[in-house]
C-alpha cells in the first residue's frame, strides 16, 4: 500500500468517525425534539433538585471551617475536621445513635414490610368497589400533617384528657401515662408512621401486582394451587424486585428518622430517647447558631447513607437481584 493509499484510508476513517459524531448529536436532538413535552413535564422535577438539592452541596465546605456569616465561606477561618472530632467525642453522640439506629430499625422491621403485606390483602378483594373504598379510606391519613396527628395522638393516650385512660377511668383501672413514658415512645412513633404511610406505600406496590400475568395465577389454579400459594409462588416473586429496589433506597435514608413527628412528640420526660440526629441538628444549628457544627453533622449522615446503599447495591448484585444501578 502506497501513502496515497495510507492517507486516503485515514481520511476515510477520520471523515466517518465526524459522520458517526454528527449522527449522534442528530439523533439526540431528534430523540430532545420528539419527547420535547415530556421534558417540559420533567423540567419543574428538574429544577426543584436542582435548587434545593445541587446547589446547596456547595455550602458543604462550612463543615471545615469555622463559618461565620459576616464574613462568608471565603472569608471564614479554616478548622478541618476540629466539629468532626467535636462532635464524636461528645457524650451525646453514641444517645444520638443508639436512638436514631433504633427508630430507624423498628420502622424497617415493623413499618416497611407493612404496605407490601397491605398491598397483596387489598389484591386479593374481589369486590371492586369494597376495594376502591378500602384504598381511598387508607390513603387518607397521609394527606395529614404531623401536626394534626400529634393533635390526634394527644386526644387518645392523653393521661388527663385521652380518650383511652377515660375508658380505663371507667372500667375500675388505672390511668397509663403513655406520652411521657420512655418505654412507649419509639413504640407509638412507630405506630404513627404505619398509620399515616401504609395506606400510600401500597400504590407502588399494587402496581407491581398488576404488571404480574394474569396467566401465571390462571395456570396455578388450574395446578390445583391455593390463595396462599399463589401469593407465596407468583405474587411475592412479581413484587421482589420492586421490593429490593425500594429497601436499598430505604437503607439510604436509615439516619433520616423525620424530624417534624420526633419533634412534636419530643418532651422532657422522655428526651433521653427521643433526640435524634435530626433534633439535635436543629438545636445546635439553628438555635445556638453553630451552622458549622451542624453541617458536619449532616455531612457525616449522608456520608453513612451513600456507604449504606452502595453496600446494598453491591450485595444485591451479587446474590443476582435488581439493583439501583
Known amino acids: 500500500m502506497n501513502r496515497q493509499d495510507i492517507a ?10 465526524v459522520s458517526t459524531k454528527r449522527m449522534g448529536r442528530r439523533s439526540v436532538w431528534a430523540d430532545v425534539k420528539r419527547e420535547k413535552y415530556l421534558l417540559f413535564l420533567a423540567l419543574p422535577g428538574v429544577i426543584f433538585f436542582i435548587i ?24 471564614s477561618p479554616w478548622v478541618g475536621f476540629e466539629h468532626f472530632s467535636r462532635f464524636f467525642s461528645n457524650e451525646d453522640f453514641y444517645m444520638l445513635l443508639r436512638n436514631t439506629l433504633a427508630i430507624s430499625f423498628l420502622n424497617l422491621i415493623f413499618f416497611f414490610p407493612a404496605p407490601i403485606i397491605l398491598s397483596i390483602m387489598l389484591n386479593e378483594v374481589r369486590n371492586s368497589i369494597v376495594k376502591r373504598t378500602v384504598q381511598s379510606l387508607i390513603y387518607i391519613p397521609h394527606f395529614l400533617s404531623w401536626v394534626l396527628i400529634y393533635g390526634l395522638t394527644f386526644l387518645m393516650f392523653s393521661q388527663s384528657e385521652g380518650l383511652v385512660n377515660k375508658f380505663m377511668i371507667s372500667m375500675g383501672n388505672d390511668t397509663i401515662d403513655i406520652l411521657s ?4 415512645f419509639w413504640g407509638m412513633l412507630t405506630a404513627q408512621s404505619i398509620w399515616k404511610e401504609v395506606g400510600w406505600g401500597t400504590i407502588i406496590f399494587l402496581a407491581a401486582i398488576a404488571g404480574i400475568d394474569p396467566q401465571l395465577y390462571e395456570a396455578a389454579v388450574m395446578d390445583g394451587a391455593g390463595r396462599m400459594r399463589r401469593i407465596w409462588h407468583i405474587t411475592l416473586p412479581g413484587m421482589r424486585n420492586v421490593i429490593m429496589i425500594l429497601f436499598i433506597l430505604r437503607l439510604g435514608t436509615i ?4 424530624f417534624e413527628q420526633i419533634y412534636l412528640m419530643m418532651n422532657a420526660a422522655v428526651s433521653n430517647v427521643a433526640e435524634v440526629f435530626d433534633t439535635y441538628v436543629y438545636r445546635v444549628g439553628i438555635k445556638q447558631g453553630e451552622f458549622s457544627y451542624s453541617t458536619a453533622i449532616g455531612l457525616f449522615k449522608s456520608l453513612v447513607g451513600v456507604i449504606l446503599v452502595v453496600t446494598a447495591n453491591k450485595v444485591a448484585k451479587k ?3 435488581d439493583s439501583l444501578y
Open 8 to 17: 486516503a484510508n485515514a481520511a476515510g476513517k477520520k471523515g466517518g468517525s
Open 181 to 184: 413514658n420512655p418505654n412507649y
Open 52 to 75: 434545593f438539592k445541587y446547589i446547596p452541596i456547595t455550602n458543604l465546605v462550612i463543615a471545615f471551617q469555622d463559618y461565620s456569616p459576616y464574613f462568608g465561606i471565603t472569608g
Open 319 to 321: 446474590f443476582g437481584q
Open 255 to 258: 439516619m433520616d428518622t423525620g
